[in-house]
């Protein structure tokens, strides 16, 4: 148990909705990260935020959205969904800017 | 751009000592993570190299080259409970640090 937690554990949703997931990092962790897993494939990082502030972003769509509130957890805005937004959703915290990241069991959506 | 390459897929058997090679093109690197994740699971964190050599935790072992571009893990005395796929990330500084992932290699270790 990494000690980052995610809620939903698994979402079911239409083409054209919104969802929002949650994240709530490790005690004392200052940096939330969010990935994007699809089939078979590695980890595409979303957006970074640090105590409050976004700090990176990857490759998130227009669509997508992030922030993180005061007491540092965080939630991450899917809207418009497609077929394609299906995938597992992971939440990564860490205690800086650049420390080690310890992964949340993530969340797997699945746009119907 | 980043890039990384790693086998897609190793086999061993149990009790072996398996190396899964990752090498990378990129610019800003700053160091080489290692992540294990089993299927359905979270990616757990392994190993870090930010300086050239080997690193050692338990049965397993991280190596990097900086001037190879190139980094392994080494996994001994293999059990079952290690089939899982393990991933190779670059921690890279472009402004900002971030951590790039490879696809994975899928290990499978049989009786």
């Known amino acids: 148990d990494s000690g980052v937690t995610q809620t939903p554990k698994h979402l079911i949703t239409a083409t054209g909705q919104r969802v929002t997931l949650r994240c709530s990092p490790r005690?004392?962790?200052?940096?939330v990260y969010w990935y994007q897993q699809s089939l078979d494939q590695g980890l595409q990082f979303l957006i970074q935020?640090?105590?409050?502030?976004?700090?990176a972003k990857g490759n998130i769509l227009e669509r997508f959205s992030a922030q993180q509130f005061p007491d540092l957890h965080s939630e991450l805005n899917l809207s418009s969904l497609e077929l394609g937004d299906s995938a597992l959703y992971f939440c990564?915290?860490?205690?800086?800017?650049?420390?080690?990241?310890?992964f949340g069991p993530g969340t797997r959506l699945t746009v119907l | 751009g980043q890039s990384l390459e790693q086998p897609s897929e190793v086999t061993a058997v149990e009790g072996a000592i398996v190396q899964i090679n990752c090498t990378y093109q990129?610019?800003?690197?700053?160091?080489l993570s290692w992540y294990q994740q089993h299927d359905g699971g979270a990616p757990t964190f392994l190993s870090y190299?930010?300086?050239?050599g080997l690193e050692e935790t338990g049965r397993f072992s991280s190596f990097l080259s900086r001037s190879d571009s190139y980094g392994y893990l080494l996994l001994q005395e293999l059990q079952m409970k290690d089939s899982a796929s393990y991933f190779c990330?670059?921690?890279?500084?472009?402004?900002?640090?971030?951590?790039?992932f490879g696809t994975g290699t899928r290990l499978l270790v049989s009786p």
């Open positions: 990564a915290s860490s205690a800086g800017l650049t420390d080690t990241q310890y």
């Open positions: 005690s004392g962790d200052l940096s």
């Open positions: 935020y640090y105590n409050g502030e976004e700090r």
């Open positions: 990129t610019s800003g690197f700053y160091g």
């Open positions: 190299n930010g300086l050239d």
């Open positions: 990330a670059v921690r890279v500084d472009t402004g900002f640090q971030k951590l790039v």
